[in-house]
């Protein structure tokens, strides 16, 4: 199944939902209002849209996510690296460290990932 498209502020929800779940409607209202600023009708469409595209479910007042941060996330990484780098993830990478510095820490980090990849590892 594909990882339902999660836009900006919708992502920005979700981070509340995802730390919070499962959580009653009426304190995710309580939530998006303190901390994203929005008012109690906007987080209620925002929970019905996300509820249409299978991201989330609200059952008896009870809201938890369909889909995971990681999810989210990896569906956002191959659309931009398809659509941005041609599918091309070297091409991404050399963009991204072009112009951003990685300490020796982080160089280290991703070079395990590789090598667990190489041997088979997914996790």
């Known amino acids: 199944m594909e990882t339902p498209k999660v836009f900006e502020s919708e992502y920005r929800f979700c981070l509340i939902l995802w730390e919070h779940e499962p959580i009653k409607s009426s304190e995710l209202v309580n939530l998006c209002r303190d901390q994203l600023g929005w008012k109690p009708t ?7 849209r996300l509820s249409e595209r299978g991201v989330l479910k609200n059952e008896n007042t009870i ?11 990896a569906a956002e990484i191959n659309e931009m690296v398809e659509k941005t780098f041609e599918g091309s993830l070297p091409a991404f990478v050399a963009a991204f460290t072009k112009h951003q510095k990685l300490s020796e820490e982080e160089i280290d980090a991703v070079q395990a990932m590789i090598d667990r990849y190489r041997k088979g590892e997914t996790e």
């Open 63 to 73: 809201v938890s996510s369909l889909v995971t941060k990681d999810e989210v996330q």
């Open 42 to 48: 906007t987080t209620y469409t925002v929970i019905k």
